[in-house]
């Protein structure tokens, strides 16, 4: 199976580092092309950790700290923090990443026989877009790390001690109508080490919160989040295979998890949407975790949830095609097969 697709129009949406895609497609050969709009976050910079030939992380002071035998580099340490670069995004690359990774799901779905809708109304590719918005949070020694380098869940030995692994992602400018249906939805992780340590059992949920906000610190994981505050609907992530550093993962859906938060009373589009994933009940033993990239250890490659949704009969939509006007030529597209 193959998608042929171009990119007939792409504009700036009214949210900051958000921009708005309609693509032309066509699931089979021969048939008439579709339309698909999509709500990107493209960032124009990006930041990344400066790593040395030997794969080894670099302080302020210039000392040089390598990896653990599973790959997971220490906390950083307030007073000597490692050095990260500013770089370009090639923001063209990843619109068409971004469509490519989309279809590749579906397809893949399809052909599984699995209950995936093919034509939506609208997707929304988000991705974190600050440090402070994707964390970890380890038991055991009750650390909370923000601008960590890492995005885990699952199980790890430290010192003698089985430690637990945790994560959040927050998503702004979710630009989901209210009243929405929600198609799907999936998060997408960038493996920052590859990890093949089992079983890895977890649960995707969300923060029961109409604009979700950052997590300061420790007790508020606890008080304000993850003890109390999440969604009751919640999707497995068990038995995950074995990762490969920077092959991307894909989630199984869990739009029942998005939907409950934007049924919300107080729900706006454009509110912030904050994703959990959590270890559940993991094996025992050193390296049972997936550990993703996070913002501060690439930008480019920081946490992604996407969205199809179908805006409710009446509601006002983000675009229509009459703004779009004719066709601009920007094919950037190709086909994507399996």
């Not at 930041?47 to 906390?75: C, H, M, Y």
């Not at 692994?165 to 997408?188: E, K, N, Q, W």
């Not at 009940?281 to 179908?310: C, M, Q, W």
Request: proline content about 6%; charged content about 20%; cysteine-free.
């Amino acid at each position: 199976m193959a998608i042929d697709f171009d990119v007939v129009d792409q504009r700036p949406e009214s949210t900051p580092n958000t921009k708005l895609v309609r693509v032309q497609f066509r699931p089979i050969v021969d048939e008439p092309f579709h339309s698909n709009v999509f709500h990107m976050q493209l960032f124009p910079t990006g930041k990344r950790l400066i790593e040395d030939v030997q794969g080894r992380l670099i302080t302020r002071s210039g000392k040089l700290v390598a990896p653990d035998a599973s790959g997971n580099f220490p906390p950083e340490n307030p007073d000597d923090p490692y050095r990260r670069e500013t770089f370009t995004r090639n923001n063209d690359a990843e619109m068409v990443a971004n469509i490519e990774a989309y279809w590749e799901r579906k397809l893949k779905a399809a052909g599984a026989g699995k209950p995936y809708p093919q034509h939506h109304n609208t997707t929304l590719n988000l991705q974190v877009g600050s440090g402070a918005d994707d964390v970890f949070h380890r038991g055991g020694d009750h650390v909370l790390a923000a601008n960590s380098i890492s995005y885990s869940a699952g199980n790890n030995a430290a010192s003698g001690q089985f430690t637990l692994f945790d994560s959040s992602a927050r998503f702004t400018s979710v630009a989901i109508p209210v009243g929405s249906t929600i198609d799907a939805a999936t998060l997408t992780l960038t493996p920052r080490v590859s990890t093949s340590g089992t079983v890895v059992r977890s649960n995707i949920r969300a923060h029961l919160d109409a604009d979700s906000g950052q997590v300061a610190n420790e007790t508020a994981w606890h008080d304000d989040f993850a003890d109390s505050g999440l969604t009751v609907a919640l999707t497995a992530w068990d038995s995950i295979p074995a990762w490969t550093i920077d092959v991307e993962e894909t989630s199984p859906d869990f739009l029942a998890v998005i939907q409950e938060v934007v049924d919300l009373g107080g729900w706006v589009s454009g509110n912030a949407l904050h994703v959990f994933w959590l270890n559940d009940a993991s094996d025992l033993g050193v390296g049972i975790l997936r550990t993703g990239r996070s913002y501060n250890s690439d930008s480019a490659k920081a946490p992604k949830l996407d969205i199809d949704f179908e805006a409710a009969v009446g509601a006002v939509p983000q675009s229509t095609p009459a703004e779009y006007g004719a066709l601009v030529g920007q094919g950037r597209g190709g086909s994507i097969a399996y």
